[in-house]
């Protein structure tokens, strides 16, 4: 099976390289995050650059992938406070990424490292 764009995507973001996550969306991609959703690849791409500013150490710990969608679920922390996250990508027939999931918890860490974060 070759490696489709949501998998490049979600790879390069767990390694913090949020513009070569960014390059993979399409350009009316929608990304649903703990806050709110956001649409357009540009102001997704903003968005990610400062969320994989306060992420650190992301390890994917489960990969799940099949037809156009792939999820991982990963561990990492946030001002060195361990989180637990799933990030769901999926992909259209063109392997563009269309639209993206990305759920964290607990809401401590979360909310510790929202307040770093300039959007």
């Known amino acids: 099976m070759p490696t489709t ?7 390069a973001f767990l390694t913090g390289d949020a ?15 703990p ?18 500013g306060v992420l650190t150490d992301a390890r994917p710990t489960s990969l799940h992938e099949r037809d ?3 999820i991982a679920f990963f ?4 001002k060195d406070q361990p989180i637990d996250g799933v990030l769901r990508a999926l992909n259209d027939d063109e392997n563009r990424v269309t639209d993206i999931t990305l759920m ?3 809401w401590a860490a979360v909310k510790a490292g929202i307040a770093d974060i300039k959007i």
């Open 75 to 78: 561990a990492g922390a946030i």
């Open 5 to 11: 764009s949501a998998r490049l995507l979600i790879d």
């Open 104 to 106: 964290l918890r607990p």
């Open 68 to 70: 156009n969608e792939t």
């Open 19 to 33: 513009p070569s996550a960014a390059a993979l969306l399409d350009t009316e991609a929608t990304f649903h995050s």
């Open 35 to 52: 806050i709110r959703d956001y649409a357009g690849a540009e102001r997704i791409g903003s968005v990610w650059q400062a969320v994989t």
